[in-house]
């Protein structure tokens, strides 16, 4: 991590997800909360896009709202995920779990990280996640992180005190998943992006920063997060950041000063017809490949979000052989 390497790593968020015929062949067996749940499960899906893309790393496989769960609160995916009641009264924290209790509720996701380090190549990482408190909060007071959040924002009073029930929870998890076998365990607060930066300042920041504290490495992405909201990131501990196609990587690589940056190519593109992709893939890497190891130390080369079921598996095939040629012999 923050290495300067001739080619870069690659790696996809949703690498394992639904445009893939390896997820696709289980899914058809399996309710997908046995996919997160089953632990052996877990890994082979997990692993099905490492040895059928040969992706350099693999994350695991699970879903961040199983911490709304583990606090206590109802949760089923009919197909998508459906929580039993909203958070919109203090008197639901009264329901809450403690952070010991909880934290045993998400053991299968260390297991699901043994299981997929047992089998990953040693030459491959392996990466965990957690949800971002905001996009928890959203996701408990309104259902989804879809639209513009206005009852997250009309239920901010609440937000304070949300955190001190799952912000601990998710330490533990980290932590939990560091002695799992995860070498980064990134935080997913993709609603966030969407906070103007002084609501991200005054709000968010804070619980972001406790976060960032872990012993081992620990990363953040934010959908459509601007260069005002991770600048005020800058003097945290994350070891890096992932960031969406709307930002511009040469600029970002010019004013890094983390370990590592995670991105960018927009997603959408992979859904188009292969010479179509191509056309959009050779616009987007030509100004990389003029960027020197240096330049562009500590990039983990992927998508700007994740994955979206339309994906060609023959884009993804063709990003992974380009990227690799490309910079084969720089």
């Not at 992927?302 to 380009?322: A, D, M, Q």
Request: glycine residues 6%.
């Amino acid at each position: 991590m923050g290495e300067s390497l001739s080619v870069p790593p690659i790696w996809m968020m949703r690498q394992a997800g639904r445009y893939h015929q390896h997820y696709q062949a289980r899914r058809q067996k399996y309710s997908f909360v046995e996919m997160c749940k089953n632990p052996k499960l877990a890994a082979e899906i997990a692993m099905g896009p490492i040895e059928d893309f040969d992706f350099d790393a693999s994350i695991f496989f699970s879903d961040l709202l199983f911490t709304l769960e583990a606090l206590g609160m109802p949760l089923t995916y009919e197909p998508g995920p459906k929580l039993g009641y909203f958070l919109n009264n203090r008197d639901i924290f009264k329901t809450f779990k403690k952070t010991s209790e909880a934290v045993a509720h998400m053991s299968f996701q260390a297991e699901a990280l043994r299981c997929t380090r047992e089998q990953l190549p040693t030459d491959k990482s392996l990466i965990g996640f957690v949800g971002g408190p905001w996009t928890l909060f959203v996701y408990a007071t309104e259902g989804t992180h879809k639209g513009h959040l206005e009852g997250s924002y009309a239920q901010i009073e609440l937000f304070k005190e949300f955190c001190d029930h799952m912000v601990p929870l998710l330490k533990a998890n980290i932590e939990l998943q560091h002695q799992a076998g995860a070498e980064v365990v990134v935080v997913m607060d993709t609603a966030a992006g969407e906070c103007a930066p002084h609501f991200f300042k005054n709000h968010l920041l804070k619980t972001l920063e406790e976060l960032s504290k872990a012993q081992k490495p620990v990363a953040y992405y934010t959908k459509g997060g601007t260069a005002d909201h991770y600048s005020l990131l800058n003097s945290t501990n994350y070891k890096g950041f992932g960031y969406d196609h709307r930002c511009d990587l040469p600029t970002l690589f010019k004013n890094n000063a983390q370990n590592f940056v995670q991105g960018n190519f927009n997603q959408h593109f992979l859904t188009l017809e292969p010479d179509l992709f191509k056309k959009e893939f050779d616009n987007w890497i030509a100004p990389l490949t003029k960027l020197s190891p240096q330049e562009r130390k500590g990039w983990v080369c992927g998508v700007g979000h994740g994955l979206v079921p339309t994906t060609k598996e023959v884009n993804v095939r063709t990003f992974i052989s380009e990227v690799r040629k490309l910079f084969k012999d720089t």
